[in-house]
């Protein structure tokens, strides 16, 4: 399937064509996943990816997208658009992409839960319609124009994740975007060494709705102590409604009643006047909340609601945010890509309501850009494994050593210094029946441990780590 005409895209960008024009298929910014037909835009980054456009072009990329004054450097390799700036050029891709669709738009944003909100539209979304969404966290200067330009021209829904760690970091990816309807999960301790206070963090993420179109619906959690702080940046921008997702009596949707299991949840959501019974797939309080959110904007949209609660009991969670692996004797939940208070206390939570579990572990890493209170937030999830009944407390990071310390002896297993000197302990203290929560900063590289697991539990006979 053709994504771009090769006159169209150079018209976009502003290019300079050297070569034989082909049809393009895709975009990469990554030759290690490009594939033929793909234009690749050679950004800089940690590396500059012109190092990298001769590899594209010999794998079979359509073209690559390079600065006019290094053209000459790869003339007769393939097909070359010349630009003055090669992230301008994927934004202003991305600006005509978002331009020729007459699709319905979703954005999403908040301190946590907004990459499950964004998979659990897609999923639902995909069963309605043609949609496009951002692959993975691709939800940053460069991911949100990427994510833009690979949307196909005849897409009816699209679903962007914006994030940000300043202020004044989702303005400008909004107004790319365009959102119908802009979702914000929850305001949460996230990038405090950055922002300073919850109410930057909330203003920060209010952002959302400075590109939001008119007559756009603007869907913010009702049991935030922020949401009129949010509904006042929706009106501002105009917001021709704003949902106030949650459990209190304002809420609409609002969660009625949920019936928890290890598996994932029945809830009566009350919603626009009716009531809808819905099967959770994903386990945890917090995630029927956020599916309230998802249910919200499915509605916003025009789709339809009532299908969209019937599905939702496929819906699971991805990598790195809660996938359940069952390996053998022990059930792995991967919660490694990311970590905040707040995603702490609700990953304890569903690991202390397995009930089946002989050994109930966690493997903790730092977690990271708390500001100057970080200390105290690590120390008091201490309590909180407690109360949730965990067994075994396994810790990696200086920040953690905190936690760690303030454990009761019957529940330590063991500290080091980071994730890779971590594996080791873990790996050996594992026996059926256990069940192990994984759970840290990106940063923090607690993924090390988790690829460790399954290599150990996958391929048993390898008795070796990943």
Known sequence: ?????????????????????????????????????????????????????????????????????????????????????????????????????????????????????????????????????????????????????????????????????????ITPLTKMVRPHVAVITAIA??????????????????????????????????????????AGHAKRNHAARILRFGETPQADPRLLSVNLDEAGSDARVAMGGQELSVRFGSPGHHTALNGLAVLAAIDALGADVNQAAVDFAAVTPPSG???????????????????????????????????????????????????????????DLASEIAQHGIDRVYAAGARMKHMFDALPDDRRGAWAPDAAALMPHVLDALADGDVITIKGSNSSRMSQIVRAIKDRFENPQTGGEA
Do not use: C
């Open 321 to 379: 945010r809660g996938q359940r692996v069952p390996l053998g004797g022990i059930t792995l939940i991967d919660e490694s890509y990311n970590a905040n208070p707040a995603s702490m206390r609700a990953a304890f939570s569903v690991l202390g309501s397995i009930r089946t579990a002989k050994r109930k572990i966690v493997a903790l890493g730092d977690m990271l850009e708390l500001g100057p209170d970080e200390i105290a937030m690590h120390r």
């Open 189 to 230: 301790p996230v990038h405090l060494e950055n922002l300073g206070s919850l109410e930057a963090i909330a203003d920060a993420k209010g952002e959302i709705f400075d590109g939001l179109q008119d007559h756009g619906t603007a869907i913010i959690p009702a049991d935030s102590a922020f949401v009129e702080r949010l």
């Open 1 to 169: 399937m053709t994504l771009w005409t090769p006159q169209d895209a150079a018209q976009a960008m502003g290019a300079t064509v050297s070569g034989a024009p082909l049809p393009i298929s895709g975009i990469s910014i990554d030759t290690r996943t490009l594939e033929q037909g793909d234009l690749f835009f050679a950004l800089k980054d940690v590396r500059d990816g012109h190092d990298f456009v001769s590899v594209a072009l010999a794998k079979g990329a359509a073209g690559a997208v390079v600065l006019r004054s290094r053209m000459a450097e790869f003339e007769g390799q393939g097909t070359l658009y010349g630009v003055d700036d090669v992230l301008g050029a994927l934004v202003a891709l991305g600006l005509a992409a978002r331009q020729r669709v007459q699709a319905r738009i979703v954005a999403v944003t908040g301190s946590v839960g907004k990459t499950g909100t964004k998979e659990a539209l897609k999923a639902l979304l995909s069963r309605q319609g043609r949609t496009h969404a951002s692959v993975a966290s691709y939800n940053n200067h460069w991911g949100v124009p990427l994510t833009l330009a690979r949307m196909p021209a005849d897409t009816q829904f699209g679903i962007f994740e914006i994030g940000m760690n300043h202020a004044n970091e």
